[in-house]
T-cell receptor, first 116, second 116 residues
Framework: AQKVTQAQTEISVVEKEDVTLDCVYETRDTTYYLFWYKQPPSGELVFLIRRNSFDEQNEISGRYSWNFQKSTSSFNFTITASQVVDSAVYFCALSEEETSGSRLTFGEGTQLTVNP | DTGVSQDPRHKITKRGQNVTFRCDPISEHNRLYWYRQTLGQGPEFLTYFQNEAQLEKSRLLSDRFSAERPKGSFSTLEIQRTEQGDSAMYLC??????????????FGSGTQLSVL
């Protein structure tokens, strides 16, 4: 069975600091997909990134970057020069093969607070 | 607004009453998902549809829960004989199937259910 662990329940930083959110996953499948979603106070989950298990290249999108390491089953998310608007709950999620549809298994989330 | 729409946003009911929630997915999306999220936790998968066919149900979906998507467009989730443990945010999401697999999900803002 698949499992996603986000060990950091809450993180608090001061604006402009860099912050890394950790994600460790478990799966028996060789083909799987990893996601990060952001949930602001409004409640709607916002997609940030999707990565398949065969693509271990790190990705950068503006102030966001993701480090995928299959050897440690981790998919960590870094925000550079954090801003107050980054304050939200961030979820890492795992989806196994297409036969499961796009059913996601979520971690418990990390509450990020960026203080001015 | 072309996003996923859920109605109502909030529902307060007494234990033992039946409640029904509605979800309107993004119009060209043929997959629709229901998730449940309790405070401080990540969303948990309940069920999903491909067009009008309900393809998978979680064991979390007891026989008091029923979901339909009669014409492959909007969906309803009904909870009969509500219990206090049903209090949660009920999230709907949609995705499209195409060449890419395990596509990202687009989430609605959810229906917050409180059972008194």
């Amino acid at each position: 069975a698949q499992k996603v662990t986000q060990a950091q329940t809450e993180i608090s930083v001061v604006e402009k600091e860099d912050v890394t959110l950790d994600c460790v996953y478990e799966t028996r499948d060789t083909t799987y997909y990893l996601f990060w979603y952001k949930q602001p106070p409004s409640g709607e989950l916002v997609f940030l990134i999707r990565r398949n298990s065969f693509d271990e290249q790190n990705e950068i999108s503006g102030r966001y970057s993701w480090n995928f390491q299959k050897s440690t089953s981790s998919f960590n998310f870094t925000i550079t020069a954090s801003q107050v608007v980054d304050s939200a709950v961030y979820f890492c999620a795992l989806s196994e093969e297409e036969t499961s549809g796009s059913r996601l298994t979520f971690g418990e989330g990390t509450q990020l607070t960026v203080n001015p | 607004d072309t996003g996923v729409s859920q109605d109502p946003r909030h529902k307060i009911t007494k234990r033992g009453q039946n409640v029904t929630f509605r979800c309107d997915p993004i119009s060209e999306h043929n997959r629709l998902y229901w998730y449940r999220q309790t405070l401080g936790q990540g969303p948990e998968f309940l069920t999903y549809f491909q067009n009008e066919a309900q393809l998978e149900k979680s064991r979390l979906l007891s026989d008091r829960f029923s979901a339909e998507r009669p014409k492959g467009s909007f969906s309803t989730l009904e909870i009969q004989r509500t219990e206090q443990g049903d209090s949660a945010m009920y999230l709907c999401a949609s995705s499209e199937t195409g060449v890419a697999t395990n596509e990202k999900l687009f989430f609605g803002s959810g229906t917050q259910l409180s059972v008194l």
